[in-house]
Structure formats: structure tokens, C-alpha cells
């Protein structure tokens, strides 16, 4: 009987050992640039350890940092995980990698590896005006916080309640002004720990050289299944086109092909530029949940409205401004999670500054790449050695054409068609010639006058 029972309690010990080894952890790795792919990496690892039911999730970090908004939601992605998520720097966790960290329950460092140096920095390198450095300092203060309190043995081997992350610490990393009395008064430097200097103040658990070492040795999960998220070419594709560098861009071609669609009227390419440039400015953001499809059929619709007041409706009036209205309202609420535009959910003022700022770029360099390109295409631009702008001398071979339409210089006509800025003029006499505006569009049966011809061209402007 006895060995019977001592039969069962081993099968017991056997089955527990098994069911404690049968652990399965995400490993999700972060070892590009913090931005939106990062963003859209974490963001799907997340989903895929949360559905495989993870006992933990091991961040492979290897940063120098990046952009501050993705960096945020990052780390709020990671405090509001239910489950562990452990953080393994190997080589570098810098700046906007440290506030990722930071976020995560545990930090194992590679020797050698290094965290901090969060100070928020612009394209050049140069440190931003200190309300941006207010902004950070306070995301590291609050993110170190979030792990609560432990109570450790002091140096006097008295007891203490401290922060298991030291709020102070995390400051530092981003402001060289912030004094912390446990590492020294110097205000000269911004604080980067070693792998062994974070341990001894507690922002790293333990040293270890890979990956498998932090499950095996730190987790305790020998044998464990391992499932780690692998990108795929769309990941890729949509985090590229999520960048706020490269969505500015795409709403910059969005206008300038507009813009120049309006010029000269026709499916040229300036409209192909703005179509390509517009599914690839909502597709990812559709693809991501942000774009709904209220916003696609608003962006539609102006666009109808702006090809109505091109080939319909005479002039530039309502039709025209509400499509630019409806265009610039599509683009904005594309970049923010809102589900209406009277209903923004949770989404943060910092998303809504963003968000703006992307889309202000974007018409502003539409506008600058307007003027340059209307500078430089002529006779004195890009086009200055083209055949448009050669001339065609009698004495190098050319035959002259009949220059008889240089008499209604200074002739009154009305406007046979609109003029955008080309169109069709009626001359006194019934005749019909084509002719060009020198300043704002002329509406249909508008009285205009004949101010000059060049190159067998009539080139009119309105009658004040």
C-alpha cells in the first residue's frame, strides 16, 4: 500500500512539473528606429501573444530612439498588457528605447549594453525647447512610478519602502539639471547607465547574453514554447507608409496634384499622382483601424466636388471650397482613432497636435513645391532648354506662320468658353480663337480684352 501511494505521489510530482515546464512565452523583437513600424510590430505582437495565451512577453530591444508620440503609445501599450512583459537590451536602449523599458515589469541588459540618454532631440541633433523635454520628463517620471513601491535592505540593513524604479533616475536620463543624491550632483551630464550601473540602481535585474538565457535563467521556463512575431512585407509597407515624415509627403503630392489638375484640366498626371498618393495615404491607416471609411468617402466627395467646379460649374465658388474643406477634414481625422467627427473616444491632444502638425506640413509643402515648380517650369526654368521654349528663326531653316492674329491686340472680346487659364475667345468680328488668361480664371460670357500676343498666342484679361 505504501508503495502504492508513493507511486501516485511521484505520477502527482511528475504531471506538476510538467504542467509548471509547459510555459509558452512571445518574443517580440524591436530593433529598428521607434516609429510607426515599431509601433505597428509591438502593437501586433501584443495581439498575437494575448491570443496565443502567453505566460510572458520577452521585448528584444536594440534602439538608439526615436519618435516621441509612437515611443508613448508604445509604453502604454506595455503597462496596460495583462500579462508579464519582460525587456532584454541588447546593446542599446536610448532615449525614446529607455522609456520603452522602463515601461516593461522586468530589464535583463547584455553586458556591454546601455539605457538612458532620453533627452528629446530635433532633426539636427539639438536639444528641443524644454516644454518638449517637460513633456518626456514627466513620461519618465510617471512610467518609473507605475511599478509602485518595494521595500529593500539599505546599506544599514534597515528596511526601507522605495520605488522600484526611481522616478528621479528616469528624470535624469532626459534633463542633465535633475540632481539625484544616490549617483552624484552633476549637472553637466545626462544620465546613461551601464548594464552594471543599472543594476546597482535598480533599473536592470540581471545580466544576460540572449534571449533563450533570460527565459531559461531569469523566467524559469526550461523547455518552454516559444512563439516570436515575424513581420511580413505588408508590416513593412504599412509601417513606412504610417510615418508622419512620409504621410506629410503624400498629402504634399495630395495638393500639388490638385493644384495643377486645376491648371490644366484633363486625367493627366498630376490627377494619377494625387490618386496614388491618396490610397497610399489611407490605406494603412485603414488597414491600422485609424481611417474610417466616413473619412475615405469624405476625401471622395471633395475630390468630386473640386472635378464638378473644374469641367461643370463655372467660376471658383462653394463647390470649390467645400471640396478643399472636405479634402482637408478627411486627411486630418484619417491620422486620429475618432469614430465620428463629434466623437474622439480616447484619444489624446497630443494625437490631435500631431495630427495637425502632419497635416499642416503636408499642405504647406504643397504649396512651396506649387510655387517652386510654377517658377521653374517657363522660359527661365526647367524647361528653359526644352523644345516649348526654343524659337524658331527664319534664319536657322523655320518657316513663319501667319501672324495675322497680332491685329486684335487691343480688341475687346467675350470669353466663348471658360478660360482656366486656356479657353476660347469671341472676337468682334464672329471669329473664334483660342486664347489664354493672364491672371484669375474668366467665367463664360465674360467681356475681356486682348492684351498681347506671343508666339501665335492670344493672351486676355478681364474688362474692369
Known amino acids: 500500500m505504501r508503495k502504492y501511494f508513493l507511486a501516485i505521489a511521484m505520477v502527482c510530482v511528475s504531471m506538476l512539473i510538467a504542467v509548471a515546464q509547459n510555459k509558452k512565452v512571445a518574443v517580440i523583437n524591436i530593433e529598428t528606429e521607434i516609429g510607426s513600424t515599431s509601433w505597428r510590430y509591438l502593437s501586433k505582437g501584443l495581439a498575437m501573444a494575448n491570443d496565443a495565451n502567453v505566460d510572458a512577453v520577452l521585448l528584444h530591444l536594440n534602439t538608439y530612439g526615436g519618435t516621441v508620440e509612437h515611443a508613448d503609445s508604445m509604453r502604454t501599450a506595455i503597462l496596460n498588457f495583462k500579462r508579464p512583459v519582460v525587456a532584454f537590451i541588447d546593446n542599446n536602449a536610448a532615449s525614446a528605447g529607455a522609456l520603452i523599458a522602463i515601461a516593461c515589469d522586468s530589464i535583463y541588459m547584455r553586458q556591454g549594453a546601455n539605457i538612458g540618454a532620453a533627452t528629446v532631440v530635433g532633426q539636427n541633433g539639438e536639444a528641443m525647447p524644454d516644454k518638449y523635454q517637460s513633456y518626456m520628463r514627466s513620461m519618465m517620471r510617471s512610467t518609473a ?22 522616478p528621479l533616475i528616469a528624470e535624469a536620463m532626459v534633463d542633465p539639471r535633475t540632481a539625484v543624491p544616490s549617483i552624484g550632483d552633476d549637472s553637466t551630464r545626462v544620465v546613461t547607465f551601464t548594464a552594471a550601473e543599472a543594476m546597482k540602481h535598480y533599473f536592470c535585474e540581471g545580466i ?57 484640366p484633363g486625367i493627366g498626371f498630376p ?3 494625387a490618386v496614388v498618393a491618396a490610397v497610399l495615404y489611407f490605406s494603412p491607416l485603414y488597414i491600422d483601424g485609424l481611417a474610417q471609411s466616413w473619412e475615405i468617402i469624405a476625401f471622395v466627395l471633395g475630390v468630386i ?10 467660376g471658383f465658388g462653394i463647390a470649390g471650397i467645400l471640396g478643399i474643406v472636405f479634402v482637408f477634414v478627411s486627411l486630418f ?29 503636408g499642405f504647406l509643402l504643397g504649396v512651396a513645391v506649387i510655387l517652386y515648380i510654377s517658377h521653374k517650369i517657363g522660359s527661365k526654368g526647367l524647361l528653359r532648354d526644352s523644345a516649348l521654349n526654343l524659337e524658331q528663326r527664319i534664319d536657322e531653316g523655320y ?10 491686340v487691343g480688341s475687346q472680346a467675350v470669353a466663348h ?23 484669375d480664371f474668366i467665367d463664360q460670357g465674360t467681356e475681356v480684352s486682348v492684351v498681347r500676343y506671343e508666339n501665335t498666342q492670344l493672351y486676355v484679361e478681364k474688362l474692369v
Open 145 to 166: 512610478q507605475s511599478h509602485g513601491k518595494v521595500t529593500r535592505l539599505g546599506a544599514d540593513s534597515v528596511a526601507r519602502s522605495e520605488w522600484f524604479r526611481n
Open 208 to 264: 544576460e547574453e540572449s534571449v533563450t538565457g533570460v527565459i531559461e535563467h531569469r523566467l524559469g521556463y526550461d523547455n518552454c514554447e516559444v512563439i516570436t512575431y515575424e513581420p511580413d512585407f505588408v508590416d513593412v509597407l504599412v509601417g513606412f507608409f504610417g510615418s508622419g515624415a512620409v504621410q506629410a509627403l503624400l498629402i504634399m503630392i495630395i495638393i500639388g496634384g490638385i493644384y495643377f489638375e486645376l491648371q490644366s
Open 271 to 273: 490627377s494619377l499622382a
Open 305 to 314: 466636388l473640386l472635378l464638378l467646379e473644374i469641367f461643370v460649374i463655372p
Open 333 to 361: 481625422f484619417a491620422l486620429i482613432g475618432n469614430i465620428s467627427p463629434i466623437d474622439f473616444g480616447y484619444t489624446s491632444s497630443n494625437d490631435i497636435v500631431m495630427a495637425m502638425l502632419v497635416v499642416i506640413a
Open 399 to 408: 518657316i513663319g506662320v501667319p501672324t495675322d492674329l497680332s491685329r486684335y
Open 417 to 439: 468658353t471658360v478660360l482656366r487659364p486656356s479657353g476660347k475667345v469671341k472676337m468682334a468680328d464672329g471669329k473664334v480663337i483660342d486664347a489664354v488668361s493672364t491672371g
